[in-house]
């Protein structure tokens, strides 16, 4: 069974940092592309990151580029989000998800995890 579990969510602090991870299991992470999404109450599912089965290709949303950085380590099979500099309106349920090559489209994707909850508050 393919499956995708994100962690390393909870309570940040605005200005701090939190770093996700999504695991994989079932399959290897190393023949997929892997984006970052999120969803905010009461908001569409919006697209953060995306990086591609090497790592040699990243792509980021406006509203977090040179905040947030996305890595993976293959022998681990995991993907990481490292978030800097969170502001409140990072606020979201975090979802990772697979498919073959990088896109910033949701619907592009089949596999998704459970998500993970970000709160960015004081």
């Known amino acids: 069974q393919l499956q995708l579990v994100e962690s390393g969510g909870g309570l940040g602090q605005p200005g701090g940092s939190l770093r996700l991870s999504c695991t994989a299991s079932g399959f290897t992470l190393y023949y997929h592309a892997i984006g970052w999404f999120r969803q905010a109450p009461g908001k569409e599912r919006e697209e953060v990151s995306c990086?591609?089965?090497?790592?040699?290709?990243?792509n980021y949303a406006d509203s977090v580029k040179d905040r947030f950085t996305i890595s993976r380590h293959n022998a681990k099979n995991t993907v990481y989000l490292q978030m800097n500099s969170l502001k409140p309106e990072d606020t979201a349920v975090y979802y990772c998800?697979?498919?073959?090559?990088?896109?910033?489209?949701?619907?592009?994707?089949?596999?998704w995890g459970q998500g993970t909850q970000v709160t960015v508050s004081s």
């Open positions: 990086i591609s089965s090497s790592g040699a290709i990243t």
């Open positions: 998800a697979a498919r073959p090559f990088c896109s910033l489209k949701s619907r592009d994707f089949a596999t």
